[in-house]
């Protein structure tokens, strides 16, 4: 808030429109560590908003310092142009932080991804072993959702708008202070974001929320590609599956109880954060969608926490993201060891689509029909190749067709083509 009110003065320093010196001899003052928060917030609730006794304690720093320069401080401004500015200023320069550490993640899949790219594993569906697929897919995809959220944050950092429309929307403090002087009130608006590095909006959108709401969603986003992360870790690095684990740290992962516990603490946190945001994201749609008048009352003031929240809790998911992906430990024997359990099985669409037509004995739908037979008999203990072997004559399988035909790494569909894909989508980043 500060931020804003001292460049304000200076765009109307440089248009001429206040004595020049002003803007450094209010700099001084316009330092957040000389400001008491907690009782600024304490005296908001005298007017709903924060800015009020800011700028009491602000213009009471001047008066003592520079008296002289106290009279243009907030000058044809209001509390909401401050407010929803200062908010797209702080969620601009968290986004810098955010936004680097999702792509430090980006480069770690990625890596990730050309590392196990061959490393053939089970996916699961419902819970349960359904195919073939790699290990470098699942990493793959985690990066597909990481880069789409990313990209679309991206795109809503680079568009942050800032506020400006004075006490309702009509910029007719502006107006009557720029007409003195012949400047446009547009163009002083202009220049404040562009000093602030957000973007000149097409008008005040002071009741128009879709600034707040849009990055609150691009924001929940990013946290769900997360959590999708920390749910798989969770699930794989669990002793009976140990497929991965988390990377090691002194103090960090350990039972007060039981000392021989290693609890997977970094997707632990980024899961709670994912499972937080969706309330937050709604209460920015809500708040939007109850906004009234020329100023929103209460929908405007609760988008505040709101907000924030989603920024710390996409600020500290990315961060423990980006330490899990660059630590992740595949433990490849587990995974050919749980592929494994799925057996043969695991191929039986395979089977079904190459072993029916051959079993079908003139009679439509019977080949389906015996397959899915052996394949009851196999749930049930019997071996489901001496099945198979039984069930077709060589001459019209041969034994090493068979194992061909029930050799997992046979069928892994387009998964190198769709690693690449995935890696190759988001251009710029270390893994491309």
Known sequence: MLDVELEWLRVLASAG??????????????????YNTADLAARAQGGGNPVIPLLADLRALVRKEA??????????????????????????????????????????????????ADTVSVARTLTQHSLPS?????????????????AALDTVASALPLQWGG???????????????????????ADLADRLGLVDPVA????????????????ADLLAAAGKISNDVLLL?????????????????????????????????????????????????????????????????VEWQALRQLLRLAGGAMAKLAELTEGLTVNTG????????????????????????????????????????????????????????????????ADQELTELLNPANYLGQSQALINRIISAYPGRTNA
């Open 67 to 116: 008296p002289e320069a106290v009279g243009p401080i907030h000058k044809a401004a209001t509390s909401q142009d401050i407010l929803d500015s200062a908010l797209m200023l702080m969620a601009s320069r968290t986004l810098e932080t955010i936004l680097a550490d999702a792509r430090r993640v980006e480069t770690a899949l990625g890596d990730l991804a050309r590392r196990h």
């Open 204 to 219: 005040p959108w002071q009741t128009n929320r879709i600034p707040v709401t849009r990055l609150g969603a691009s924001l």
């Open 134 to 150: 790699t290990f470098g897919l699942k990493a793959a995809q985690w990066l597909h959702g990481v880069g789409q959220a990313t």
């Open 17 to 34: 429109l206040i004595n020049s010196g002003i803007p450094d001899a209010v700099a001084p003052a316009c330092q957040a560590s000389r």
């Open 237 to 301: 690095s669990r002793p009976e599956i140990g497929e991965v684990s988390e990377p090691r740290e002194a103090g960090r992962g350990g039972s007060s109880a039981m000392p021989q516990k290693q609890n997977p603490v970094l997707s632990v946190l980024i899961r709670s954060a994912a499972l937080a945001a969706p309330g937050y994201t709604a209460m920015l749609q809500a708040a939007a969608g109850a906004a009234d008048d020329e100023r929103p009352g209460g929908s405007w003031h």
């Open 334 to 397: 587990a995974v050919a060891r749980n592929l494994e359990l799925a057996g043969p099985l695991v191929v039986s669409e395979k089977v079904m689509a190459r072993i029916a037509p051959l079993l079908e004995g003139g009679v439509p739908g019977q080949g389906k029909k015996r397959v899915q037979e052996l394949v009851a008999r196999s749930l049930a203990g019997e071996d489901f190749t001496e099945l198979l072997r039984g069930a077709v004559p060589a001459e019209q399988l």
């Open 167 to 189: 006490a309702s929307g009509t910029m007719a403090a502006l107006t009557t202070a720029a007409d003195a002087a012949d400047h446009s009130p547009l163009t002083l608006a």
